[in-house]
């Protein structure tokens, strides 16, 4: 018996290089998970689809402290950084948001891990 595959289209928003992408990508095509990319390096992410996000999982879930371009910001702009700040930054470089985003309309799943996924995705108990 084959598995069916889930029956909606969700949008994945990351960029295209990025490993944990390509994990969650992977993963995803796998279990037959219908999804369609954003690569927000391309297509540029608003303040205001941030403050929604925000609204859904806050500002601190959302920003990436441990890459590169976080390390890369002046002590200023990383300091007493409140939401509307980190929002405005993640606008200005999409390399801040924690990656994968995914929208699946009822839950915003922030980062790739195969369980919460396949809970979400599969319907598969913990």
């Not at 990508?25 to 796998?30: G, Q, S, Y």
């Not at 303040?47 to 920003?63: G, I």
Request: aromatic share 8%; charged share 25%.
């Amino acid at each position: 018996m084959s598995e069916q595959p889930p029956p909606n289209r969700y949008r994945i928003f990351g960029i295209s290089n990025c490993d944990t992408m390509k994990k969650a990508l992977a993963w995803l095509a796998e279990h037959r998970v219908a999804v369609d990319f954003v690569d927000y390096r391309k297509t540029a992410i608003s303040v205001e689809q941030l403050a929604d996000w925000s609204r859904r999982v806050s500002w601190q879930v959302l920003l990436n402290t441990r890459g590169t371009t976080w390390r890369r910001l002046a002590e200023e702009q990383r300091a007493d950084l409140d939401e509307n700040r980190a929002l405005t930054l993640m606008a200005a470089q999409p390399s801040l948001i924690k990656r994968p985003v995914i929208d699946t309309g009822d839950a915003l799943l922030i980062g790739f891990d195969a369980q919460r996924y396949a809970n979400e995705f599969l319907g598969t108990k913990p």
